[in-house]
């Protein structure tokens, strides 16, 4: 299985401050043929299933705000919400669509400071 | 907008066998361009794919679940479901049905959940 390891495990971040969660994997996720990453980032707030935000590691769902970002290549990818709003207190999760056997990261706590 | 909800026991005991039924709802399960999929998250393991279905019927499972595991497809009924054998506390979990957007066989979200519905394994 390919392994996904997020960091940090927890985040706090002040209101209209840039967050940072990390993602790498244990092979790359990049495809020769289409030169896409499948690595996507999914949201989740408590009692609530995941949301998904990004796929093909840059690309953003449709209506999810531009704050939202992702960016990388090969086994390192990186999430970022350039101003953090009260409504981004979530756990953050990436999965890798690049083996047929699904993996997802740990998850990262964003908290507001 | 497709919506999912996934239904079954809320417990179940050790050995016996889980089975799962998620409805879909505001599209098709035989829709082109999309695979289905049951996913668990639990406290001790985080969230784990259990496996996929294509509208044909063709399936992939998690190594980790592959011979207990069985998905299949109701078109007429529009659902998915899933059957887990032999289970144990391990398996104790928030179980969601997905819909996956896919192109051919390759897939790269998940852009539709359930709910999810909470399953106990215990006696």
């Known amino acids: 299985d390919i392994v996904m390891t997020q960091s940090p495990d927890s985040l706090t971040v002040s209101l209209g401050e840039r967050a940072t969660i990390n993602c790498k994997s244990s092979q790359s996720l990049l495809y020769s043929y289409d030169n896409k990453n499948y690595l996507t980032w999914y949201q989740q707030k408590p009692g609530q299933p995941p949301k998904l935000l990004i796929y093909w590691a840059s690309t953003r769902e449709s209506g999810v705000p531009d704050r939202f970002s992702g960016s990388g290549s090969g086994t390192d990818f990186t999430l970022t919400i350039s101003s953090l709003q009260p409504e981004d207190v979530a756990v953050y999760y990436c999965q890798q669509f690049y083996a047929s056997s699904r993996t997802f990261g740990q998850g990262t706590r964003l908290e507001i400071k | 907008q497709v919506q999912l909800q996934e239904s079954g026991p809320g417990l179940v005991k050790p050995s016996e066998t889980l089975s799962l039924t998620c409805t879909v709802s505001?599209?098709?399960?035989?829709?082109?361009?999309?695979?289905w999929s049951w996913n668990r998250q639990s406290a001790g393991k985080g969230l784990e794919w259990i496996g996929r279905i294509s509208r044909s019927g063709r399936t992939n499972y998690n190594p980790s679940v592959d011979s207990r595991a069985t998905i299949s497809l109701d078109a007429p009924r529009n659902q998915l479901s899933l059957t887990l054998s032999s289970l144990t506390g391990a398996d104790t979990a928030v179980y969601y049905c997905t819909r996956d957007r896919c192109n051919g066989n390759s897939c790269y979200s998940s852009d539709s959940w359930g709910q999810g519905t909470l399953v106990t394994v215990s006696p």
């Open positions: 505001g599209g098709s399960i035989s829709s082109g361009g999309y695979f």
